[in-house]
């Protein structure tokens, strides 16, 4: 039993909006030395560019979502079992956005989220306006930004999630502050 405990307990989720600093962070504890698998929509946003795919979130968000949960999935079991694990978005980010745009969420969805699961508490970034950009990958609106945190927030507490927003500041108190509360975390 231990092992599968471990499982769920050492693989953590930082999630947010977009443009609420989440990949200064996640880029912080990679240099830190710290397990980190990257966001998933951005690579394949950007693979789907280059290769003039409709897979993308404004084209074609159900072929999108299928990779991103498939590319999810392979990270999660590419985590060490004796490592804590920083994920930068979970498939619950799939199903938020799918519901945030009003897109029935399919069963492989569902049913992958009840079967990979990451620690009970989630880290979430709140919208902060004053850093937000868009960019190549992010084309929404600070307004759609605020609308998926709230979405966010909602589809990880009805998967059984406890959620912990992150306090805006800058990046190094950001992460002092993931990592005074994991150290309070039983892994």
């Known amino acids: 039993m231990r092992s599968i405990n471990l499982l769920l307990k050492n693989r953590i989720v930082i999630t947010g909006g977009g443009g609420s600093g989440k990949s200064s962070v996640i880029q912080s504890l990679m240099e830190k030395g710290l397990c980190v698998f990257e966001e998933q929509s951005r690579q394949i946003i950007k693979q789907s560019l280059l290769n003039n795919s409709e897979a993308l979130p404004w084209k074609d968000i159900l072929e999108f979502s299928y990779l991103v949960q498939d590319a999810m999935i392979s990270d999660y079991h590419k985590a060490p079992q004796a490592d804590i694990c920083f994920f930068d978005r979970s498939l619950c980010d799939v199903m938020a956005y799918m519901e945030k745009d009003n897109i ?65 500041g800058n990046v190094e108190e950001r992460v002092d502050f993931i990592l005074r509360e994991v150290a309070k975390f039983k892994i």
Do not use: C
């Not at 004053?130 to 927030?153: G, M, P, T, W, Y």
């Open 104 to 168: 029935e969420v399919y069963p492989a969805l569902k049913e992958a989220i009840s079967t990979y699961r990451y620690h009970d508490y989630v880290f979430i970034m709140p919208p902060w306006k004053e850093i937000f950009e868009n960019d190549i990958e992010r084309v929404e609106s600070f307004e759609a930004s605020v609308h998926a945190f709230e979405q966010l927030k909602e589809t990880y507490e009805k998967n059984g999630y406890t959620m912990i927003e992150i306090p805006k």
